[in-house]
């Protein structure tokens, strides 16, 4: 993938979230991580009161939501409609999850954007991310956020890398991206649209739209749609 590869507008249709807005201004999706908080706590108030219920503060679901009792919700979060929260789910903060969504069982998340129709059904982790529309992360599938050493994340493109200033950043999946089931998504990963990874994969860069990843240097590339 290239630069102009890994931008906002290559990667997500943005009519399928409703914080598109957070992108405003903004070249590579990355960058809108560190904004999610402050997003929220300005929309959350303005969303109609009935459709929306502030269960807690800064908490806001859909009616048409399903939270199961045993889901932990923090603050600073947005459930949008026909999403289900299923069984000890546990949501530790800025969090904004769009419509016809699945967040399973034991999943954990954390400053996220998680777009329309996206399922994180099983066992998840995803942390510091963006999951683009009918994305899906197979069962005990992962984001890890942080590099070993601690160093801030770097982005690496063919025509060169990108200095994000993170410490903190997991993995953006373009839309309509499956990750197999047991994977892990390093810190810094980029996936552009429409590419399926293999199970048990240990992904790390940049994998280009269109495509089958199977392991490190062994990607495919499918016909488009």
Known sequence: MKKQDVTIAAMYDLQYTEARAIFEG????????????????????????D????????????????????????EYIIIGPETEVRQCAFLRGNIMVGK????????ELKNVVIFDNVQVPHYNYVGDSILGYKSHM????????VKSDKKLVVVHTEDGDIETGLKKFGAMLSDH?????????????????????????????????DSIYKSKGEVEIVAKH
């Open 177 to 209: 991206v499956e990750v197999g089931c047991g994977s892990i998504l390093n810190p810094g990963t980029v996936i552009g649209r429409n590419t399926n990874v293999y199970p048990l994969s240990s992904v790390r860069g940049c994998v280009d739209a």
């Open 51 to 74: 459709e929306y219920t502030e269960v807690k503060p800064h908490v806001w679901i859909h009616k048409s939501a399903t939270v199961f009792e045993s889901a932990y919700l923090a």
């Open 26 to 49: 903004l070249t590579y999706p990355w960058e809108a991580l560190p904004k999610i908080h402050d997003f929220i706590a300005a929309y959350g108030p303005t969303l109609p009161k």
């Open 100 to 107: 016809h969504c699945v967040i399973g069982n034991s999943c």
């Open 138 to 145: 197979g069962a005990a599938s992962l984001t890890s956020n």
